[in-house]
């Protein structure tokens, strides 16, 4: 089995280059079915959900091949088959996304159903709810779905909300099948996550007539075709949160580029809140807490411009270790404290009351044997490993590398002790 071996008590310095977001390529390439002919896609993070999204791709008919580092070819010339199998829905919840795409451009989808995970319950009512509304029958057998519509959808308003706030993924199925409706479509109390924005710049490059994104009301005139188009995505902000935590809790000075700093929200007023110097400059920002005692903060996640819910597990392991009591309310998934009893065990003083981690400064953590039961938990471990006095092991890099491209390379150039290890 390969383990992350990670030696922490040294200060990070220096600067990384954020990678491609992550979900906003899975977006995107989702949205690609429904583009004809060649699409490019440049600054594309190589991680392990964008090879399994291409192996679902690749299933429905299109042609898909990395062509250079970071650049992803994907042929469409037309889908020949509507079916996605189980083995790679689970292997990436992700992929139910393939959903309103196949169904705006083949007529059928049939996927199976996602389930739960270990950040909580996730349902897709609202991604069906976006289906019907738009005309097409929705059915549920032996544990997946079958979406179909006879001739295009048909373009209609709807509402789309969850009892945690707006849904990204639903949003997103909306958008790319409203895309090619017949007649108009708008989305009420859509997200408006940076992440949609990127989607919608594709779509609109490849011909498609999308207005209102990054607001709560998104008008989308439908069109009859979409033209595959080269596109750059969107740095990525969870990963560029995460080394800014990094920094921040190594007491050290790191710097992420290519990435827009405005698209992190929260997390540099929270980190400035703490005591660390924050700069930002173009498309990079500076965390700087050298010989800072940091302070302890609130965190509250909520859908964009809210604070990440994605950025909790790295944001609240650096609380472990900043001066007095910080409340971490998590709003958007329901079980996604797991990490924290990981963290207990490096010599956290952590208490989960309902929706809230209660933790308690604690002046340093210690190196532990540890388990990633998911991918930010992944990132956090890792930021508490650099913070540690002694080595920390961490178990469950399938998770790691889901989400984060060459992170033992990047950790290294700022100067960790960090390796890849076989047990
Ligand atoms: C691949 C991708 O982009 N993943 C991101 C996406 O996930 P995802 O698109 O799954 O997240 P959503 O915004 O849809 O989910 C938000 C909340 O709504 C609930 N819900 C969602 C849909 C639905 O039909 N019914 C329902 O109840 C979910 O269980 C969750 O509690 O946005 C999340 C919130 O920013 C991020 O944490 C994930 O990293
Ligand atoms: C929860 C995440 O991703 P997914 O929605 O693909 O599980 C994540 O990126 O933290």
Redesign the pocket.
Known sequence: MELLRVKGGQPLHGEIQASGS??SV??IMCAVLLCDGETILENVPELS?VNTLMQILEETGLKCEWIAANTVRIQNDGITNSEVSEDLVRKM??SF?VLGPLLAKSGKAMIPLPGGCV???????????AMRSLGATVTMTEGAVTAESTGRLKGSAMF?G???????????AAISAGALAEGTTMIYNA?R?P?IVDLVMFLNKAGARIRGVGTDIITIEGVESLKGVRYSVMGDR?ESGTYLCAGAITRGRVTVSNIAPQTLAGLPSLLFDMGCDITMEGDSITVDATNRELRATNVITF??PGF???LQPAMLTLLTTAKGISYVKET???ARFGFTQELTRMGADIKISGDTAIVNGVETLNGARVLASDLRAAGALIVAGLASQGSTTIEGLQYLDRGYESPVEKFKSLGAQIDRVQS
């Open positions: 992550k979900n899975l977006a959900d919840r992700a996304s950040i909580g319950a996730r349902p897709v009512d609202q991604h069906l709810k789309l969850t009892r945690y706030g707006a849904t990204v993924g639903g949003t997103n997200a996550e992440e969870i859908a964009y990440a819910t994605d958007v998934f329901d």
